[in-house]
């Protein structure tokens, strides 16, 4: 039998929120649509260091899933005090 809420591999049944990071274009933001897509109901955060790309992307998101919630978490991955403060703030949220 086949979960209802896995389509293409992707199982969000026991999630409420999806972190993605690198989603401002390619194949990270084709999967927060995809995630989007498969259920509205998580909270998708786009992890990226580039705020005006990030904003474009949830901006992109949204226009596509406008009833989903797309939150933007920026963060540098080449940079280790950005990650952790980055964490921090996802903690906190």
């Known amino acids: 039998m ?13 999630f409420t929120q999806e ?22 109901g998580i909270t998708v955060c786009l992890g990226c260091r580039n705020e ?3 904003k474009a992307a949830r901006a992109q998101l949204l226009e596509q899933h406008p009833t989903s919630r797309v939150d933007i978490l920026l963060v540098d991955v080449s940079k280790l005090a950005s ?3 980055a964490a921090q703030e996802l903690r906190a949220r």
């Open 52 to 54: 005006a790309r990030a």
């Open 2 to 14: 086949v979960n209802s809420n896995c389509i293409t591999g992707i199982d969000t049944t026991n």
């Open 83 to 85: 990650v952790h403060a």
């Open 19 to 40: 972190l993605l990071l690198c989603v401002c274009s390619g194949i990270g933001l084709a999967v927060a649509d995809r995630l989007l897509t498969v259920d509205s």
